[in-house]
């Protein structure tokens, strides 16, 4: 059974950090591309961060040098470490797994994990 599970969203202050975990099972993760994707309330989800099987890495305009992805093959895992946070950083953030390919097309997602930056 594939399984995406992020955990790590919650309250945080502005300029705070979080750092968001997705743990998968089911799939062979090492061969599969990873990325994070964030929901604001009434918009489509929009790619925040991705690292291919090989770990190269792209991020949305927004979010570089605040944002780092990275992944632990051995734990199934990929994590989004956020710095810097912003109001606007303010989303319901989603894991999903891709193909192999780079660019990847993303098909397995998580549930999601929101993530609050307010004073």
């Known amino acids: 059974q594939v399984q995406l599970v992020e955990s790590g969203g919650g309250l945080v202050q502005p300029g705070g950090s979080l750092r968001l975990s997705c743990a998968t099972s089911?799939?062979?993760?090492?061969?599969?591309?990873m990325a994070w994707y964030r929901q604001f309330p009434g918009k489509q989800r929009e790619l925040v961060a991705a690292?291919?099987?090989?770990?190269?890495?792209n991020y949305t305009d927004s979010v570089k040098g605040r944002f780092t992805i990275s992944r632990d093959n051995a734990k199934n895992t990929v994590y989004l470490q956020m710095n810097s946070l912003k109001p606007e950083d303010t989303a319901d953030y989603y894991c999903?797994?891709?193909?192999?390919?780079?660019?990847?097309?993303?098909?397995?997602w998580g549930r999601g994990t929101q993530v609050i930056v307010s004073s």
């Open positions: 999903a797994a891709g193909g192999t390919s780079w660019p990847a097309q993303y098909d397995l």
């Open positions: 089911g799939i062979v993760f090492s061969l599969r591309a």
């Open positions: 690292i291919s099987r090989g770990g190269n890495r």
